[in-house]
């Protein structure tokens, strides 16, 4: 809403400079987003909450003003004739058919207006709001909206066929040409004002060209009318439109000042545009019981936390037009004017106190919270503990929308099975929710790639979404770990490649951290990977870690090997153990013997681990791989793989005998069951 | 045997004196020549094949050798020792060896920077569902269906058969979820994504963050709230924040404020490229529970009161870091990520 300084000053004495008063509105809920110098005049940006409608045209905005500063409100005097002959006349009939969506409708018959235009004196306040002069009928119709929040409109009584005008239903289907020269395709939901033939206005919402004030309009019809706030709200967004009148509808306009605005505005035509004022036309409007509203002074200090007196609380409402009166128990019974429809609960009235009595002057407290305990959960600490462990292993964090376009699932080679699709997306790029953090990961490698940083190392934790069936949905915790590129350039360390082991490193770090030891990989098959593993842990799968198929790293212009790992958070966090026991040093030294062999290519590193410790006896207390190598001078299916063994006794230092019997041990074990040779 | 001592010595020396520079590569040459199982003592042993006539002198010719490779080891490492006083000959201006760690995303170190603030306070961080009912994401928060008040909550719907499901449009559907199943008194914090249908532009995203928070006891002020939201906004902007609460409107809160800080940037003073020239800046939306709510959950108002608040994530990254388009947090450049 926008407020003129100047003309704003017409209700009300300010005596506040434009800075101080926005500062002065904006403490007291009217929220001032910008004043602008105009000319002679400043212009103030008010925003509106959506539970004042009271706010939304100057006489409101300048009752407010009054009663923070304490000044005078000046509403603009009508018409002392009051609103003339009420009977229904013969030259029109007008019937509500729907009393419920229309509950009162006002019309004012004038004949023999002088359509012109608005004088300057007039025309700059339609301005200032940034609206077109049209002729003096249309902009007294506007002026009235924002000086008395009443949308008015104006019809040309003689465009009006068959003398009646009847406030009903639309047709389905039934059309209508708005002023602002489009069609609109109306429905039976919708509520319009008809004439005998055809609906010449959309209620609350836009009239109709067929009944436009125009320059050879000689008789008007004026409405001033409460429209259903829920069904202007429905038409209106159905319709895609949003109107300065739907606007106020919406938000509900004061009936109680309906009388007033359609004499505001006929006295205005018939002084600007010399108009004969006749009959007019009241039909509904039963009075309305008001509701007491009871404020506790002791339920006033509870919720805010400072003494106010039953004294100043009643001038404080008082002075918002709420009648209040302090009842022989010391609250203060209130009645609520018209205009502040908001009012209806005791602690609407609280609000107001302490509103008005000023936020800043209540004091600072501290609550005495109570102890939880647990204030993170284990899931979120085992997370925390994940996200450092992937920060120091290098990896950078990212998070990625969860909104995308199946072209992007597509090209990452995930099933576009089983997706959850949103009904009403902005854009196709926003219309799935991800079934895996791996779309994510690609487009981010993509991206960093386009800008030449090449070598990435990156994780993310965040949700994937599926379909379970028909109306049912899971969002499920998951890490993705991505690398690719080099290990970073160094004058005295050569990069390398980054590879497989360089990623299944980062996870199994990630398993050591949370404690978890009975995890295993195997080597798997996927479509996204050209070749993977699958993550184990007591032999349920709980990931994937693998190198990205070439086709879907060319989707995403990634030029170096890319790998990426997808493991779910819930096996993690269940298998997961927080609880750090340390072990004992060792009080004797270890001796450490390698073994170097040539074996089969295709027996595996686990196979041979496992070979190894069952030939042996407790005092092995390591094996590690150092070496491993295949290719010249050595037989085309043969590897040499070198294993350092680390021997230990915990309660003595170990002869070289004892260590010699069980190393040879191993040695005819790998020998006899894997057909080792000893190198 | 002479012989056999002569190339054994000239083999020390030369090995000696080939050796790099560190003591442990001099411990092991001490060793394979005089260690207990080294080759001095493998002659010392053979010395019974020797004529009892030259058993003296070779074994006055085994302890000179012996002491030579000694002294000699003895000698290269005090030069060691020497020469480690000083990098000799080391461009010391040449970089270091990087230790690159990794960097948590902004947003995650804003939510937990906040999260450690309320944790200090007292508050237990709670979380929820991103896909939602409408009773969750309004109903329960006395947001009726058909009312401008949902206007400032425009939502994602999902496809569905018959329910109907949405994608939370803020974390207050938590709140109303956690009231169900709890009773008072509790001080929560709930950070999470939500999803609003807003064109993407630098300072609109159609995902983002927020941190929701909510107090409830049978005490509960609005001088609570100043309390505690001043301390927060101190903590995380500095001890010379100033504070402003402006009276604000929304359907789960009453009486509800609007939280401003002094511009971090000019510190109040305008003319900022932040704030421009307003001075202030708005971080949270808070309030009293409005009783409704707490009638959605089968709380009696009469009994207990409590206030919330929210705040989006990335604007208070934005502000904190001087982030100046929001996209930047999606993107994820790397550039950007090893900044934080």
Redesign the interface.
């Known amino acids: 809403m926008l407020i003129s300084y100047n003309w704003l000053k017409e209700y009300v004495d300010v005596k506040l400079p434009p800075e101080k008063l926005a500062d002065t509105l904006?403490?007291?809920?009217l929220?001032v987003a910008s004043v602008k110098q105009a000319g002679g005049d400043y212009i103030i940006e008010i925003e509106v909450?959506?539970?004042?409608p009271d706010w939304l045209y100057y006489i409101g905005v300048a009752r407010e003003i009054a009663a923070i500063t304490g000044k005078r409100l000046k509403v603009p005097a009508i018409d002392k004739k009051g609103p003339g002959a009420r009977a229904q006349g013969a030259e029109i009939k007008i019937k509500v058919e729907d009393k419920s969506l229309c509950p009162r409708y006002t019309a004012r018959i004038m004949r023999n207006v002088k359509i012109g235009a608005s004088p300057d004196s007039f025309a700059w306040k339609l301005a200032a709001m940034g609206l077109k002069a049209v002729n003096n009928v249309v902009d007294i119709t506007n002026f009235c909206l924002f000086e008395t929040g009443e949308p008015l409109h104006a019809f040309d009584l003689d465009k009006i066929s068959g003398g009646e005008v009847i406030i009903r239903k639309a047709r389905k289907g039934e059309k209508i040409i708005t002023i602002d020269g489009t069609e609109k395709i109306l429905d039976e939901t919708m509520l319009v004002i008809a004439d005998r033939d055809k609906p010449i206005a959309i209620a609350g919402v836009m009239g109709g060209i067929n009944t436009e004030v125009t320059a050879s309009t000689k008789n008007i019809l004026l409405e001033a009318a409460y429209f259903d706030?829920?069904s202007v709200?429905?038409t209106a967004r159905k319709l895609g439109i949003s109107t300065e009148s739907s606007y106020r509808f919406?938000?509900r306009v004061d009936e109680e000042n309906i009388i007033y605005s359609s004499e505001r505005a006929s006295s205005l035509i018939k002084e600007m545009a010399l108009a004969d004022k006749g009959k007019f036309f009241d039909i509904g409007g039963k009075a309305v019981r008001k509701q007491k509203i009871i404020l506790r002074i002791s339920r006033l200090v509870?919720?805010?936390?400072?003494e106010i007196s039953a004294p100043k609380a009643k001038a404080i409402l008082s002075s918002l037009g709420v009648k209040a009166n302090i009842s022989s128990k010391g609250n203060i019974e209130c009645i609520a004017p018209s205009f502040r429809y908001d009012l209806k609960?005791e602690?609407?009235l609280?609000?107001e106190v302490?509103?008005i009595y000023g936020?800043?002057n209540?004091?600072?407290?501290?609550?005495?919270?109570?102890?939880?305990p647990?204030?993170?959960?284990p899931a979120?600490l085992i997370e925390?503990n994940i996200?450092r462990s992937?920060?120091?292993?290098?990896?950078?964090?990212?998070?990625?929308?969860?909104?995308v376009g199946k072209g992007l699932i597509n090209r990452a080679g995930i099933s576009d099975e089983e997706l959850?699709?949103?009904?009403?997306?902005?854009t196709s790029e926003?219309e799935f929710m991800p079934p895996s953090l791996i779309t994510g990961m690609l487009g981010?490698m993509m991206?960093?790639i386009n800008?030449k940083?090449k070598d990435?190392?990156?994780?993310e934790i965040g949700?994937v979404?599926r379909k379970k069936g028909?109306?049912k949905?899971s969002?499920e915790k998951y890490i993705s770990i991505g690398i690719t590129g080099h290990t970073?350039e160094?004058?005295?360390?050569k990069p390398r490649p980054y590879d497989f082991f360089d990623l299944k490193g980062m996870v199994e770090s990630v398993l050591r951290n949370l404690n978890i030891t009975s995890y295993e990989f195997s080597a798997a098959e996927s479509g996204i990977f050209s070749q993977c593993a699958v993550v184990k842990i007591k032999g349920d799968a709980i990931g994937l870690v693998g190198e990205i198929a070439g086709e879907t790293a060319g989707n995403f212009d990634i030029k170096n090997r890319a790998y990426i790992a997808e493991i779910a958070m819930g096996p993690l966090i269940r298998n997961a153990s927080l609880d750090n026991r340390v072990r004992e040093l060792p009080k004797y030294p270890s001796v450490s013997r390698d073994i170097s062999i040539l074996i089969d290519k295709n027996i595996s590193n686990s196979s041979i681990i496992s070979a190894i410790r069952s030939a042996s006896s407790p005092i092995l207390k390591a094996i590690s791989v150092i070496d491993r190598y295949a290719g010249e001078n050595i037989p085309k299916e043969k590897v040499s793989l070198t294993y350092r063994l680390e021997y230990q006794d915990q309660s003595k230092t170990l002869e070289d005998k004892e260590v010699t019997e069980v190393h040879s041990k191993i040695v005819c074990a790998l020998e006899e069951k894997l057909g080792a040779k000893l190198r | 045997m002479r012989e056999e001592l002569k190339k054994l010595e000239t083999e020390a020396l030369k090995e000696i004196e080939a050796s790099s520079n560190d003591r442990e590569a001099l411990e092991a040459i001490r060793v394979k020549y005089l260690g207990r199982k080294g080759a001095l003592t493998d002659i010392f042993k053979k010395i019974g094949t020797v004529s009892p006539s030259e058993k003296p002198e070779i074994g006055r010719l085994i302890n000179i050798v012996k002491e030579n490779v000694s002294k000699t080891l003895d000698a290269k490492s005090e030069a060691i020792s020497k020469r480690s006083v000083k990098l000799d000959g080391v461009d010391v201006t040449?970089?270091g060896?990087?230790h690159?760690?990794?960097?948590?995303?902004p947003?995650?170190r804003t939510i937990?920077e906040i999260?450690d603030i309320f944790?200090s306070?007292?508050?237990?961080?709670i979380?929820g569902?991103?896909?939602e009912t409408e009773y969750y994401n309004f109903e329960a928060l006395n947001i009726p269906l058909?009312?401008?008040?949902r206007?400032?909550f425009d939502t994602?719907?999902?496809?569905?058969?018959?329910?109907k499901?949405l994608?939370r449009s803020h974390t207050s559907p938590v709140q109303a979820r956690f009231m169900e199943e709890n009773s008072p008194?509790?001080?929560i914090i709930v950070p999470g994504?939500v999803?609003r249908?807003?064109?993407t532009d630098a300072s609109h995203s159609?995902?983002f963050h927020q941190i929701e928070g909510l107090?409830v006891?049978k005490?509960?002020?609005?001088?609570?709230l100043?309390?505690?939201l001043?301390?927060f906004s101190k903590q995380m902007f500095g001890s010379d924040t100033k504070m402003?609460?402006?009276?604000?409107?929304f359907p789960f809160t009453?009486?509800?404020?609007?939280v401003d800080v002094s511009c971090i940037i000019c510190k109040g003073e305008g003319h900022c490229s932040v704030c421009g020239d307003k001075r202030w800046l708005e971080i949270l939306g808070a309030g009293?529970v409005?009783?409704k709510v707490f009638k959605a959950v089968g709380y009696d108002p009469e009994k207990y009161?409590g206030f919330a608040f929210g705040m989006g994530v990335e604007r208070i990254a934005m502000l904190k870091y001087g982030v100046n388009d929001i996209r930047l947090?999606?993107?994820?450049?790397?550039?950007f990520?090893?900044q934080f």
Do not use: C
């Not at chain 2, 690159?100 to 995303?105: D, M, N, P």
């Open positions: 904006t403490m007291a809920g929220s909450t959506a539970n004042r706030p829920v709200r429905r919406e938000r509870k919720i805010i936390g400072q609960n602690i609407d609280i609000e302490a509103r936020y800043a209540i004091p600072l407290t501290i609550p005495g919270i109570v102890e939880q647990l204030r993170k959960s979120m925390s996200r992937m920060a120091a292993s290098g990896a950078d964090e990212i998070i990625t929308y969860t909104l959850v699709q949103i009904r009403n997306p902005l926003q981010v991206w960093n800008r940083n990435l190392k990156l994780f949700n979404y028909a109306d949905f969002e970073p160094e004058w005295s360390i | 040449l970089p060896v990087a690159k760690t990794g960097h948590l995303h947003v995650t937990n999260s944790i306070l007292g508050f237990r961080v979380e569902p991103e896909i058909e009312h401008p008040s206007d400032a994602f719907y999902l496809k569905t058969e018959k329910e499901y994608l008194p509790f001080a994504r999803y249908p807003d064109a159609f995902m107090v006891g005490d509960i002020k609005f001088s609570d100043k309390g505690v001043t301390i402003r609460f402006r009276p604000s409107f009453e009486p509800s404020a609007e009293m409005n009783p009161t947090f999606y993107e994820n450049d790397v550039r990520l090893e």
